[in-house]
């Protein structure tokens, strides 16, 4: 569990882990060098987690390092991360352990999610019925290049296959959609088709706020470009097309983000690049149009269509996958 001044939610993240069903397991809090009551909340839980290991690092690092530190520390076969404003439900663990030891060929295996907001109230009940995105098992990898669909508080993986690949790298702030690809490579990665852990939106998590370095470049459109230089094969595998069009869609991703954000010019610098690798594409063409209207008009227009694909998928709310930087559109 990496935390950096998680003492408002932190309580119940561990809580949640102690309400698991399955009691085999210990917990790695990594300390980022919160500043706030994050230490003293996790004392709290001493007595009754004596398995517990509190790492503290004396300045900021990142996430992706305090992971890693996290699993330098850990003496269990399989690993599973919980974010500190993240919660696990109660079967989560007894789900994950049960399906890898009936599947010794799967090296991880992750699980459909909840969305709550700040207040702990269930904003989606289910992502995948959400966005009706198919989530395959086995030998995932075309499907998981063409789109990310994998949430990390929902994973229990071998620690013998994250060994391999020496952890998250840490040339990112987060890294996952890289390792999962990596893993994707290498090995099995199965699903479980039903919700074991609940993702928080709230206004003050840390993936809205990334260092200046990757606030202006998609973090999985940096993995991307990254997974196809360890592999150049992957062209060729998937083709030209499947590469330019995921090339496209995930500029469109950075396009709608600057797009809400009023940020129009942004918008429009991210749409150029997303129509030259996908052309033909008519919401890219009618997005660029959307921010040449009045800022009202493009605002109007923009609820609109948020009610109108909320009452069409029977969510409250849009859930963004903030910590892979993708819009669930």
């Given at each position: 569990?990496p935390?950096?001044?998680?003492?408002?939610?932190?309580?119940?993240?561990?809580?949640?882990?102690?309400a698991?069903?399955?009691?085999?397991?210990?917990?790695?809090?990594?300390?980022?060098?919160?500043?706030?009551?994050?230490?003293?909340?996790?004392?709290?839980?001493?007595?009754?987690l004596?398995r517990?290991?509190?790492?503290k690092?004396?300045?900021?690092?990142?996430?992706?390092?305090?992971?890693?530190d996290?699993?330098?520390?850990s003496?269990?076969e399989?690993?599973?991360?919980?974010?500190?404003?993240?919660l696990?439900?109660?079967?989560?663990?007894?789900?994950?352990?049960?399906?890898l030891?009936?599947?010794?060929?799967?090296?991880?295996?992750?699980?459909?999610?909840?969305?709550?907001?700040?207040?702990?109230?269930?904003?989606?009940?289910?992502?995948?019925?959400?966005?009706?995105?198919?989530r395959?098992?086995?030998?995932?990898?075309?499907?998981?290049?063409?789109?990310?669909?994998?949430?990390?508080?929902?994973?229990?993986?071998?620690?013998s296959?994250l060994?391999?690949?020496?952890?998250?790298?840490?040339?990112?702030?987060?890294?996952?959609y890289?390792?999962?690809?990596?893993?994707?490579?290498?090995?099995?990665i199965?699903y479980?088709?039903?919700?074991?852990?609940?993702?928080?939106?709230?206004?003050s998590?840390s993936?809205?706020?990334?260092?200046?370095?990757?606030?202006?470049?998609?973090?999985?459109?940096?993995?991307?470009?990254?997974?196809?230089?360890?592999?150049?094969?992957?062209?060729?595998?998937?083709?030209?097309?499947?590469?330019?069009?995921?090339?496209?869609?995930?500029?469109f991703?950075?396009?709608?983000?600057?797009?809400?954000?009023?940020?129009?010019?942004?918008?429009?610098?991210?749409?150029?690049?997303?129509?030259r690798?996908?052309?033909?594409?008519?919401?890219?063409?009618?997005?660029?149009?959307?921010?040449?209207?009045?800022?009202?008009?493009?605002?109007k227009?923009?609820?609109?269509w948020?009610?109108?694909?909320?009452?069409?998928?029977?969510?409250?709310?849009?859930?963004?996958?903030?910590?892979?930087?993708?819009?669930?559109?």
């Amino acid at each position: 569990m990496p935390v950096l001044n998680g003492e408002r939610y932190i309580a119940q993240a561990i809580g949640s882990i102690l309400a698991q069903t399955y009691r085999d397991f210990e917990l790695i809090v990594v300390d980022d060098g919160s500043t706030d009551g994050t230490a003293a909340c996790v004392e709290t839980f001493r007595d009754r987690l004596p398995r517990l290991q509190y790492v503290k690092h004396s300045q900021n690092q990142g996430i992706a390092r305090s992971v890693n530190d996290g699993l330098r520390h850990s003496t269990g076969e399989l690993i599973a991360f919980l974010d500190h404003d993240d919660l696990w439900l109660p079967d989560f663990l007894e789900t994950q352990v049960k399906y890898l030891d009936g599947h010794p060929d799967v090296a991880m295996v992750h699980a459909d999610y909840q969305i709550i907001d700040g207040g702990g109230n269930l904003v989606c009940e289910s992502v995948a019925r959400w966005d009706g995105r198919e989530r395959p098992s086995g030998q995932i990898f075309p499907q998981l290049f063409r789109q990310s669909f994998i949430c990390g508080t929902s994973v229990l993986i071998r620690k013998s296959c994250l060994d391999r690949f020496g952890g998250f790298d840490e040339r990112f702030h987060f890294g996952d959609y890289y390792l999962w690809m990596r893993m994707a490579r290498a090995y099995k990665i199965d699903y479980v088709p039903r919700p074991l852990t609940q993702y928080r939106q709230h206004t003050s998590q840390s993936t809205r706020n990334l260092p200046p370095t990757q606030a202006a470049e998609n973090l999985m459109l940096q993995a991307t470009r990254m997974i196809l230089e360890e592999h150049p094969e992957i062209r060729k595998e998937l083709g030209e097309v499947a590469v330019r069009r995921r090339f496209a869609s995930q500029y469109f991703d950075l396009a709608y983000s600057a797009f809400v954000a009023e940020a129009y010019g942004n918008a429009r610098a991210y749409l150029v690049k997303a129509i030259r690798h996908w052309p033909s594409n008519r919401r890219y063409h009618m997005l660029f149009v959307a921010t040449l209207l009045p800022l009202g008009l493009g605002k109007k227009l923009r609820e609109a269509w948020r009610r109108i694909r909320a009452r069409g998928n029977r969510a409250p709310k849009r859930p963004v996958n903030d910590r892979a930087t993708e819009v669930w559109r």
